[in-house]
């Protein structure tokens, strides 16, 4: 009747079969790729969560002692490597005490051997790649500002050419913890 020529589908019943299992492939199909292309969204950095209590983002990353200023900031003892360079990891608390709510974490790297700033690009393509098309793009002389927003969180990468290399990559909560500031 549809033209299928297989002997197992040579039967009434089964070729009328054949129209709904491809209507429920199609939907399938259709359904499939925005889970699997889904963008992530940004709750916090790495394992740390927004409104993490100081004393819980601790036994996930060994911290220094509370930098001076204003608002509470610790940065992590050791450096991270992303596409070969070397960040320094900052978090940010609403409260200088072991309950403060964590609210931001800002990666960033100087570099001042004049490097070719082209090397930065691949960090950019992997935001992309996770978290999709940036929300805005702004270019202020040697600055350039990308930024996504999401439902937990905006993200803004940063660049910074000229005698200094500057690379920041600026997690930031969407939620009560960044309000109280």
Known sequence: MFGCLHADCMTTKE???????????????AVLPRSVLAESDIPGWGKAKWGMSFSEVTKLYALNNWEAGDPPISKLKKRIKIMGHDFGVAFYFDE?????KLYKVVLAHFDTTKVDVAR?????????????NPSSFDVRNKMKITRWTKSAGQLKLTTLTGNTVMCAIEYFSVGTESEKL
């Open 96 to 100: 200088r005490s072991a309950d403060g």
């Open 15 to 29: 070729t009328t079969m054949h129209p709904i299992r491809y209507l429920l492939l199609i939907c399938l199909i």
């Open 120 to 132: 930065l690009i691949p960090i950019k393509n992997i935001l992309v790649e996770k978290y999709g």
